[in-house]
């Protein structure tokens, strides 16, 4: 049974290039989170997708950033162009809504290195 | 504006004891309190919620607290063994509601030594 799926597990660019990354979730889950984590933040939400529809956006940093969920089973993060300050682990999360609680399973995530 | 503060400095015990680690937080009424688990180089991984009406709830070696008066969470591990060695992170659920996003800790770091 296969979890929440990230590609690449590392990227190294240089500044100014474009960055895409990519989250397939678990079948059947209905929400999507892309997250960036770093030492001194801690996880920040950056978007969030309900049914495949961005629900809240204001954890993007700027209009360098801009994600994608063309389908239920295929979301995208774009960065371009692309920072030293970028630099950050990238998760993936999926949850299935209800009404009750969300706990969220989480990608092996994306370690972006930008120079 | 919402505060989530965990225990910043790392905790160090000995194998066998109990650790017991701390979640605050402010300005914020969550229907739900989470307790996630992280390895180095790897995501979050959930063990466990307790909702607001809960006073404590346990799974396996696993005991959670929450006292919304205080507005705290009490995450124990007990019988501490050095697999347990990782960073936890808590997070405050919202529950119910358009906007379901999660506040998250900055995490403790705990070290079970043998």
């Known amino acids: 049974d296969a979890g929440v799926i990230q590609s690449p597990r590392h990227e190294v660019t240089e500044m100014g290039q474009e960055v895409t990354l990519r989250c397939k979730p678990i079948?059947?889950?209905?929400?999507l989170f892309w997250y960036r984590q770093t030492m001194m933040r801690g996880l920040e939400l950056l978007i969030y997708?309900?049914?495949?529809?961005?629900?809240?956006d204001s954890g993007m940093p700027e209009d360098r950033f801009s994600a994608k969920m063309p389908n239920a089973s295929f979301s995208t993060l774009k960065i371009q162009p692309s920072e030293p300050r970028d630099s950050a682990v990238y998760f993936c999360?999926?949850?299935?809504?209800?009404?009750?609680?969300?706990?969220?399973?989480f990608g092996p995530g994306t370690r972006l290195t930008v120079l | 504006s919402q505060k989530i503060e965990q225990n910043s400095e790392a905790l160090n015990i000995q194998e066998g004891k109990t650790a017991t680690l701390t979640c605050n937080y402010t300005?914020?009424?969550?229907?739900?309190l989470q307790w996630y688990r992280q390895d180095p180089g790897r995501g979050p991984v959930f063990l466990l919620l307790?909702?607001?009406n809960e006073k404590e709830k346990r799974k396996e070696r696993l005991k959670v607290t929450f006292d919304t008066t205080l507005k705290q969470s009490l995450f124990h591990i007990t019988a501490s063994q050095p697999a347990d060695s990782a960073t936890y992170l808590c997070?405050?659920?919202?529950?119910?509601?358009?906007?379901?996003?999660?506040?998250w800790g900055l995490g403790t770091s705990l070290a079970v030594n043998p």
């Open positions: 999360a999926s949850s299935f809504r209800t009404s009750g609680a969300n706990e969220q399973f």
């Open positions: 079948s059947g889950h209905n929400s």
């Open positions: 997708f309900n049914n495949n529809v961005p629900i809240d």
């Open positions: 300005n914020y009424s969550p229907a739900y």
């Open positions: 307790i909702r607001e």
């Open positions: 997070a405050l659920d919202p529950g119910a509601g358009n906007n379901r996003k999660l506040i």
